[in-house]
């Protein structure tokens, strides 16, 4: 079963893949995480990049934040329908199941074997359980593991927390995409970049927890510079992930905003925000004002 913490996929696998790492004295420049304001043709929101999963009590928002949450009428999240965990469930179920699938440690380097074994007992489950699912839900699955070792949460995490803001204020919530987007995502993905999903999957659950801490350090440092330094650019040797996954997104969000109605705060992971054809350039080329907040 997909753990609650793990529905929003799509930045925690970003996380996964590429390790932020961080300069302290850098990021203490900055006042928070990265917000902006938008602006175009009478629309006006605000664009603000977030972190999927975190520690519980962590400490980020600031008063500018509250101020643009409270003059924004909606929330328009990466994804609609996140929150309602049985049908993510379901939905994860019946893409990523498949019959007649080779053993899960067939699909992983002889090498990684015994670390694969040792991290689906971590959290767990059994391989043959495992191989049920096609390599790119088994690595989704095991991706969880990781995540519960270094102490955070998807319930603990930056959308969670906004939901709940908005529906206390009876805002509408909407997504750029669907739940069923993202598990496509993964799923249209050739087997090859698949297994190395999955390998990247399992020598980073094993490993990660120092890359998490100094990704976070500078997201809660609003530091878009090493973002996109150390983080978006470890996707560039990458294209098969890189491209689905982070810039043909960026382009279907930058046609979507503009369609959006009243006054949105619009939530998507700090990597779209960072790096070549983030979604804030492509919104700029479109005529849009974009101006930083903090």
């Given at each position: 079963?997909i753990?609650k913490q793990?529905?929003?996929v799509?930045?925690l696998?970003?996380l ?11 990021a203490s420049?900055q006042?928070?995480?990265?917000l ?7 629309q ?5 990049g977030?972190?999927h999963?975190l520690?519980r ?8 934040l509250?101020?643009?949450m409270?003059s924004?009428?909606?929330?328009v999240l990466e994804?609609?329908g996140l929150?309602d965990?049985a ?5 994860f179920?019946?893409?990523g199941?498949s019959?007649?699938l080779?053993?899960l440690?067939a699909?992983?380097?002889?090498s990684d ?16 359980d495992?191989?049920r699912?096609e ?10 593991v990781?995540?519960?070792?270094s102490g955070v949460s998807?319930?603990?995490g ?6 709940k803001a ?7 919530i909407?997504g750029?995409e669907t739940?069923?987007d ?8 050739p ?6 999903l ?6 980073q ?11 976070l350090r500078?997201?809660?440092a609003g530091?878009?510079?090493v973002?996109a330094?150390d983080?978006?650019?470890?996707l560039?040797p ?5 491209g689905?996954l982070l810039t043909?997104r960026?382009r279907?969000?930058a046609a ?6 009243g006054?949105?705060?619009i ?12 979604l ?10 974009v101006?930083k907040?903090?």
């Amino acid at each position: 079963m997909i753990r609650k913490q793990f529905i929003t996929v799509i930045g925690l696998v970003l996380l996964l893949l590429g390790a932020c790492k961080a300069d302290e004295r850098e990021a203490s420049r900055q006042t928070g995480p990265a917000l902006w304001k938008i602006e175009k043709d009478g629309q006006k929101g605000f664009i603000f990049g977030t972190i999927h999963v975190l520690p519980r009590d962590t400490d980020w928002q600031t008063q500018a934040l509250r101020q643009a949450m409270a003059s924004s009428d909606r929330l328009v999240l990466e994804a609609s329908g996140l929150d309602d965990v049985a049908k993510t469930q379901k939905i994860f179920d019946e893409m990523g199941l498949s019959a007649g699938l080779p053993p899960l440690a067939a699909r992983v380097p002889a090498s990684d074997r015994p670390a694969l074994e040792a991290l689906a007992e971590r959290g767990g489950m059994r391989t043959d359980d495992l191989s049920r699912y096609e390599s790119w839900a088994a690595a989704l699955r095991l991706a969880t593991v990781g995540q519960s070792d270094s102490g955070v949460s998807g319930d603990d995490g930056v959308e969670p927390t906004l939901t709940k803001a908005f529906k206390a204020e009876d805002k509408p919530i909407l997504g750029l995409e669907t739940v069923e987007d993202q598990f496509a995502l993964f799923d249209r993905l050739p087997e090859e970049v698949q297994r190395r999903l999955l390998r990247d999957t399992v020598e980073q659950g094993n490993a990660g927890k120092d890359d998490y801490a100094q990704m976070l350090r500078a997201w809660l440092a609003g530091d878009m510079k090493v973002i996109a330094r150390d983080f978006v650019a470890d996707l560039a040797p990458e294209p098969e992930l890189a491209g689905p996954l982070l810039t043909d997104r960026n382009r279907k969000w930058a046609a979507r905003i503009p369609l959006l109605p009243g006054r949105p705060f619009i939530a998507v992971g700090a990597a779209h925000l960072a790096g070549p054809d983030n979604l804030l350039t492509l919104l700029e080329q479109q005529g849009y004002k974009v101006t930083k907040i903090q």
